[in-house]
C-alpha cells in the first residue's frame, strides 16, 4: 500500500525568504505525485504534479518541487514566500501501476509565512 | 472559483433528519469522488464512480447511500447520522477513471453538522 510522510506539523517562515515543504513516501513501482494546498473554508487545490521525465517540476503561484527516487521524495518549494501562501499543504501519492483513483495523501503541513 | 460546485455549503441536521449533498462538474471528467474531511486532517475517501458506476467503496457505513444519476452529477444522500460525522465533505473529480496521473480537481465541500 501506498503511504506519505510530511514529517512537520507547521512551517514558519519570514516573507521573502524560500519557503520548503517536505514529503516523503511509499509505493510499489513508479510513483505519481501531487501537491494539492488548502485555503480555509476552501476545497483542496492542485499545485502540481510528477509523472515522468524531468525531476523539477514547475507548478502554479510560483512553486515548484523536485522529485528525488533514491530519497522517495518530493519537496515542494517556493523561492520567495508570500503571507498568501499561508494554508495547508497535502502530498499525495498513487502508484503508476493498480493506483484505482486512490490517492494516499499525507497529513498535511501547515504552512504559516510571517510578515 | 472552482470548476466542482457544490450545494449546499453548509447543512445542520438531525440525527433521525434525511438530506443530500450534491455535486456538479462540467469539466467532462469521468471519473468522481467523495471525501470525507476532519479539521486540519487530509480527505479520507469515501466513495468512487467511475463512469457512473461505482468502482471504490471504502467500508463506508451504509447511512451514506451515493448516486451518480449522470456523468456531471453526483449525490450523497444522507440519513440516520451520529454526531461523529460532523465534517466538511468534498467532491472531486477528475479525467478517465483509470489514468491515476491526472489530478484531482476539488469543488469546496459542504461543511455538515449533526445535532
Known amino acids: 500500500a501506498q503511504s506519505v510522510a510530511q514529517p512537520e506539523d507547521q512551517v514558519n517562515v519570514a516573507e521573502g525568504n524560500p519557503l520548503t515543504v517536505k514529503c516523503t513516501y511509499s509505493?510499489?513501482?513508479?510513483?505519481?505525485l501531487f501537491w494539492y494546498v488548502q485555503y480555509p473554508n476552501r476545497g483542496l487545490q492542485f499545485l502540481l504534479k510528477y509523472i515522468t521525465g524531468d525531476n523539477l517540476v514547475k507548478g502554479s503561484y510560483g512553486f515548484e518541487a523536485e522529485f528525488n527516487k533514491s530519497q522517495t521524495s518530493f519537496h515542494l518549494k517556493k523561492p520567495s514566500a508570500l503571507v498568501s501562501d499561508s494554508a495547508l499543504y497535502f502530498c499525495?501519492?498513487?502508484?503508476?501501476?493498480?493506483?484505482?483513483?486512490?490517492?494516499?495523501f499525507g497529513k498535511g503541513n501547515q504552512v504559516v509565512v510571517i510578515p | 472559483d472552482t470548476e466542482v460546485t457544490q450545494t449546499p455549503k453548509h447543512l445542520v441536521m438531525g440525527m433521525t433528519n434525511k438530506k443530500s449533498l450534491k455535486c456538479e462538474q462540467h469539466m467532462g471528467h469521468r471519473a468522481m469522488y467523495w471525501y470525507k474531511q476532519k479539521a486540519k486532517k487530509p480527505p479520507e475517501l469515501m466513495f468512487v464512480y467511475s463512469y457512473e458506476k461505482l468502482s471504490i467503496n471504502e467500508s463506508v457505513p451504509s447511512r451514506f447511500s451515493p448516486e451518480c444519476p449522470n456523468s456531471s452529477l453526483l449525490n450523497l444522500h444522507l440519513h440516520a447520522l451520529q454526531p461523529e460525522d460532523s465534517a466538511l465533505y468534498l467532491c472531486?473529480?477528475?479525467?478517465?477513471?483509470?489514468?491515476?496521473?491526472?489530478?484531482?480537481?476539488f469543488g469546496d465541500g459542504t461543511r455538515l453538522s449533526i445535532l
Open positions: 499525495a501519492v498513487t502508484p503508476q501501476r493498480g493506483g484505482n483513483n486512490r490517492l494516499a
Open positions: 472531486a473529480s477528475s479525467q478517465e477513471g483509470r489514468n491515476s496521473n491526472q489530478p484531482q480537481h
Open positions: 509505493v510499489s513501482g513508479n510513483p505519481y
